[in-house]
């Protein structure tokens, strides 16, 4: 029962490392970090991404335009580019070694310290890549946030607010910091008794082939 709870555990973890990182990529590349709307023309519309300004019309629908040099950018948009890439590249490490430590994986069955100690990596590559998917978005969400409310700005001139892809980069960095920590519990928090030679071996392909098949352990 308990080698069950430990491979579910590794299953989930992964599965929200896997969703955090996919969604930490489409934050990175998505130009809805921050929307602008027009009392002026309601029918107009600007975003504004890493990488890009775009403006979407009624008439011609959305027109999008790179940004001409990454100097000069805003310190919070420059500093996101790095921290995103950082987060993305991050979590495809975290996901190569911790594949390699799960235990239905038949690579190195033999050699549980090992794989165990994979797993306790790639939920630490997890652990970083949630938090520099998250001190971005929050960086930018910050700074709108201060210049929405800057009484210094006359209340006649546009203000920006959240964009959809903050709310999905918040979201990417919880599964990732999710995911690690549920694999560090796995590799950590359950320890399943080792039974000498081919007989540990079998029993882990039984239960995991349980799993795949979507049955209970009959020994239960």
Sequence with gaps: MALVFRVAMQFVGI???????????????????KNLNLDLNEMENWTVGLWQTCVTQEEVGMQCKDFDSFLALPVELRISRILMFLSNGLGFLGLL??????????????QQDVKKRLLILGGILFWTA???????????????????????????????????????????????????C??????????????????????????CSYLENGTANPSV
């Design 97 to 110: 070694v911790s594949g390699f430590g799960l235990d239905c994986l038949r690579i190195g069955e033999r």
């Design 15 to 33: 599965l929200l490392s896997l969703l955090g990182w996919v969604l930490s990529i489409i934050t990175t590349y998505l130009p809805h970090w």
């Design 182 to 207: 549920l694999l560090n519990w796995a590799a950590c928090g359950t320890q399943v008794p080792l039974a000498s030679g081919h007989y540990a071996v079998a029993e882990m392909q039984t239960q």
């Design 130 to 180: 949630g938090v520099t998917a998250l001190a971005p978005v929050s960086w930018v969400a910050h700074r709108t946030v201060q210049e929405f409310w800057d009484e210094t700005i006359p209340e006649i001139v546009p203000r920006w607010e959240f964009g959809e892809a903050l709310f999905i980069g918040w979201f990417a960095g919880f599964s990732l910091l999710l995911g690690g």
